[in-house]
């Protein structure tokens, strides 16, 4: 009796995983390899035609957040843990969560009013004479995407990145200091090793985040080339082609699963 | 006396309890401002009316994805066998009124109402290659054309191929919206082809359709690539205007409507103007058609025939939203003073728009530009 118990009570939670999840999932794998009743590639010649340039530009932006996402994060935690001013401290402690809150299509409201031709960086720049009204640029483009994705994901990696060097045995620290290294080498040499696993688990997260964020180029580069979801958005709403949204779906979940399988051998070769 | 009284009251509420408990559901492709058309003017205009009915307006999104959106719901219903729909008025793109006939979900009322026979113009009897008489009743006829900052460019080319030709010459001052981020985009991609396709323009547009045409747009669109790199991209109708009056491009193709509206709003600067270049850009009517099965085909017949009345054509079509006219012209004109009826034609005369007002391709042809489109100048 108590046997079935277990199954019975985890079954409601597998029954929803089953319906709601993984049989729309197989449905529009499936959906990716059907063109008109029978089986074939063309959903996906459909898509390389139409859409490689902004598959190749979604990898090399989201890859590129992540990066700079990572950079960021260890700049933060490393003045986290090894800053000397505690006012300093306190002030970016507080400050830096910020915004985690903010939700993505705020974000891209934001930067669209900050970013354009005639936007308040533009603005800022060309009162304090660093450039002159004629050569302002619109940021709306692969760069306005980046900031955004940078500026909203940073925080969450560094949450996580600032956890995991506080719990760090501070002796190690300690112990460089005391033979001479500078904060910079210590960061570098003694710290960063440490939290590898925790910073890769956090990129490789937030890089799954980016990949499936609409809003965002919906608002700041809405047009080519631009990332692979508004052209899903776009083939689902404006022409209804289920087929070809599908492939492009796939798509994007191999570049995820890229990123997945990066984390998972490193992370295996760690536990070794 | 009394009961005559009574006998009346009696009878009045009999005629008036079956009336006052419809809710009439409107959805409408289009902009915001095709919500704010139905809410603001006709809807209270109709309940003034026909007292204790209400008018519920649903707004489905901007361009083909929104009248998309209606399409489906309607073959959702339909595959569902639904016995009464959920829609009594819907207000869709042209490109959509061919495919819903075609369906069998509209009811063809055009003859049933009064304004009917107020319909003149052929666009509202084929709807890009598909007989839609008697089903549709034009809401309006809209324009695009390419709105200019005199200050900027105080001589605007007034071509195709002087607009290519000043693009290239100023990087980045020509602002368009690709084709995917509604009409306007699109309409000027469809008035490239006509201008610089192999194919005859009068082919694209009338039929019959004929897949090796696409074979003779290659140049039109390598032409098209070179030109948008030189472009600005904008995220949709309303972008290109809102980068238009902050001055960071200078010329790019609108709507007429939105234009004018804008400006009447002073969300434009009132020196912007707008031109329509040779050989023309299209422009198309947005429908109102009533579903087979809606729920209050009556009423709904009701509220088609004041919204195309010539009264309401004047007041809220052309004075109020700045569309022309769906039904016949000269009816129109007779509400208005010269004045506002003129403000409609102040940048493009009535003979510009017989000249180079065209309609947008057949919708096979259509679909087949916009993927062309997609592989060779947005990849």
Not at chain 1, 193 to 210: A, E, K, N, R, Y
Not at chain 2, 185 to 192: K, L, P
Request: proline residues 6%.
């Amino acid at each position: 009796m108590a046997r079935l118990l277990g199954p019975l009570l985890v079954s409601p939670a597998l029954i929803i995983i089953l319906l709601l999840f993984m049989l729309p999932l197989a449905a529009s794998v499936i959906g990716a390899f059907e063109v008109e009743a029978a089986y074939g590639l063309g959903n996906f010649t459909k898509a390389y035609d139409f859409s490689t340039q902004d598959i190749v530009f979604t990898a090399v932006i989201v890859g590129l957040s992540a990066l700079l996402t990572g950079l960021l994060a260890i700049a933060i935690g490393g003045y986290l843990t090894l800053g000397e001013n505690p006012t300093a401290v306190a002030i970016l402690r507080w400050l830096y969560r910020w915004p985690m809150f903010i939700p993505f299509i705020v974000v891209g409201q934001i930067l669209r009013t900050f970013l354009a031709k005639s936007g308040l960086l533009n603005s800022t720049l060309i009162a304090l004479g660093l450039i002159d009204p004629l050569s302002a640029t619109s940021y709306l483009d692969w760069r306005g995407v980046v900031i955004a994705f940078v500026w909203k994901q940073t925080p969450f990696v560094a949450l996580m990145v600032a956890g995991a060097m506080a719990s760090l045995d501070r002796g190690t620290i300690e112990a460089a200091r005391n033979l001479g290294a500078s904060r910079l080498r210590i960061l570098v040499e003694i710290i960063v090793p440490q939290v590898t696993t925790t910073l890769l688990v956090g990129l490789v997260l937030s890089f799954v985040t980016m990949m499936g964020v609409l809003s965002v180029p919906l608002m700041i580069n809405a047009q080519a080339p631009t990332m692979i979801t508004a052209d899903i958005a776009f083939r689902l709403s404006t022409y209804r082609d289920y087929g070809v949204a599908n492939a492009l779906g796939l798509i994007s979940l191999a570049i995820s699963g890229v990123a997945a399988w990066f984390y998972l051998r490193v992370n295996m070769r760690q536990g070794r | 006396m009394n009961k005559l009284l009574l006998n009346s009251t009696v009878a009045l509420a009999i005629l008036a309890s079956p009336a006052a408990a419809a809710e009439l559901t409107v959805i409408t492709a289009g902009d915001q401002n095709m919500v704010d058309y139905i809410n603001d003017y006709l809807a209270p205009l109709f309940e003034q009316q026909n007292p204790g009915n209400t008018v519920r307006a649903v707004g489905t999104g901007p361009g083909d994805a929104g009248s998309q959106k209606i399409l489906e719901r309607f073959d959702a219903q339909a595959k569902a066998d639904a016995a009464t729909w959920d829609t009594d008025v819907a207000i869709v793109h042209e490109k959509f009124a061919g495919p819903m006939v075609q369906a069998g979900y509209l009811e063809a009322y055009r003859d049933k109402i009064a304004t009917g026979k107020l319909v003149t113009r052929a666009n509202a009897d084929n709807a890009l290659g598909t007989d839609v008489k008697g089903y549709v009743m034009p809401m309006f006829n809209s324009q695009t054309a390419v709105a200019y900052n005199p200050a900027l460019v105080p001589n605007p080319p007034r071509s195709y191929a002087e607009i290519a030709e000043w693009a290239k010459a100023h990087p980045g001052q020509f602002g368009y919206n690709g084709i995917k981020g509604g009409a306007s985009g699109v309409s000027f991609v469809m008035g490239w082809v006509y201008a610089f396709s192999g194919s005859d323009a009068q082919k694209l547009m009338y039929g019959p359709f004929d897949k090796a045409e696409e074979a003779n747009w290659d140049d039109a669109f390598a032409g098209l690539k070179e030109f948008t790199k030189s472009a600005t991209l904008t995220p949709g109708n309303a972008g290109t205007l809102d980068l238009l009056s902050r001055g960071e491009i200078a010329l790019g193709p609108v709507w007429v409507d939105m234009f004018y509206s804008w400006q009447a709003d002073g969300r434009l600067p009132p020196e912007l103007k707008l031109v329509l270049p040779a050989p023309g850009m299209p422009g198309q009517p947005m429908h109102y058609v009533i579903p087979a099965k809606a729920p209050n085909k009556e009423l709904a017949e009701k509220f088609v025939e004041l919204a195309t009345s010539p009264k309401v054509q004047a007041e809220g079509i052309v004075k109020k939203f700045n569309w022309y006219p769906g039904i016949d012209a000269d009816k129109v004109k007779a509400e208005l003073d010269d004045a506002t009826w003129n403000k409609l034609f102040v940048d493009i005369t009535p003979a510009d728009l017989a000249e180079k007002g065209k309609p947008f391709p057949l919708a096979p042809y259509n679909t087949a530009i916009l993927e062309a489109y997609e592989a060779k100048v947005a990849n």
